[in-house]
């Protein structure tokens, strides 16, 4: 058990197909393996990707606390000593307009365990909604993953934009992922940094690079900001593995859910 109350780490990107849910368990993934006893949570209701990607069946999920009124601590998921999952849930429609009062009290309940975990990371579902909305009054640091298109920047700056009008006191970082080749991403690093400079968005302005499945480097990170110190370039190949892990589990899960629908067609 720690003995201070462990951050909260929202991952947010307002476009969808960023990434988001890769860094979120890759991140989980790496703080576990040194030690730091980690709670992810999914609260993208309807496709469960976390399970998918941590290669995991889990008995209860967030749609379970909403739908059964079961105690938080019956849906987490202990996946190793140091990795504890709430995942969302899959397949349930319904629940992708859950009220964001709900969420809230979900998120004021989670509150609670803040002292039991060393990091709790939220990876919230892609667009600018109510409930998304809502859990930026609950966390600490904001990670936004992006891409280096236009509309996908244009979008994250906005959301930034609108999260500080929320909530002022969280500290903001950006992740850039899939970047085109390494020149360019050095032009993207500066372009950004210097579009998240004019809105005042310092601590830090930018928390890294991927480009070919590997980490290029990072700009503007404090050395006492702990929290990103996983995308340190020191750390690439930490990242790698854990990266290409968890992309061949998602392949070996693909293959048995091909198998099982072509036997059923038989």
């Given at each position: 058990?720690t ?7 929202g991952?947010n990107?307002?476009?969808?197909g ?8 890759v991140?989980a993934?790496?703080?576990?393996c040194?030690?730091?006893?980690t709670?992810l949570?999914?609260?993208?209701y ?7 990607l941590l290669n995991?069946?889990v008995?209860?999920r ?11 601590k ?13 995942a ?12 964001a009062?709900y ?6 309940d989670?509150e ?7 990091l709790?990371i ?11 909305l809502?859990s930026?009054?609950f ?8 891409t280096?298109?236009v ?6 700056l906005?959301?930034?934009k ?6 002022p ?5 950006v992740?850039?992922?899939r ?13 950004l940094?210097l ?11 930018l928390?890294g690079?991927i480009y070919d499945d590997?980490m290029?480097?990072l700009?503007q990170?404090p050395?006492?900001?702990d929290?990103?110190?996983f995308?340190?370039?020191?750390n ?8 290409q892990?968890l992309?061949?589990?998602l ?8 198998k099982?629908q072509s036997?059923?067609?038989?």
């Open positions: 058990m003995k201070y109350a462990a951050p909260i780490i991952m990107g307002p476009k969808g960023v990434g988001k849910s890769m860094m979120s368990a991140f993934s790496w703080c576990s040194h030690h730091l006893k709670l949570v999914d609260t993208d309807g496709f469960g990707k976390l399970e998918n995991v069946d008995e209860y967030l749609t379970d606390y909403f739908a059964k009124d079961l105690p938080l019956r849906i987490i998921s202990h996946l190793s000593d140091h990795l504890h999952l709430i969302a849930g899959h397949g349930l429609v319904s629940m992708a307009n859950t009220a009062s969420l809230g009290g979900f998120l004021l989670l609670l365990l803040r002292d039991e975990y060393d709790i939220i990876d919230s579902a892609s667009g600018i909604h109510a409930q998304q809502e930026l009054k966390i600490d640091y904001n990670i936004m993953v992006t280096p298109d509309l996908s920047i244009v979008d994250t906005y959301f930034i609108l999260a500080r009008q929320i909530s006191s969280i500290e903001h970082m992740l850039m992922n970047v085109v080749d390494e020149k360019g991403a050095l032009k993207i690093v500066e372009e940094g579009a998240l400079n004019q809105m005042n968005v310092t601590s830090p302005a928390a690079l590997k290029l480097g700009s990170i050395d006492d900001v929290l990103v110190r995308m340190h370039k020191k690439k190949d930490n990242f790698d593995s854990l990266r892990k992309q061949q589990n392949v070996m899960r693909n293959h048995r859910r091909d099982m036997d059923l067609r038989l």
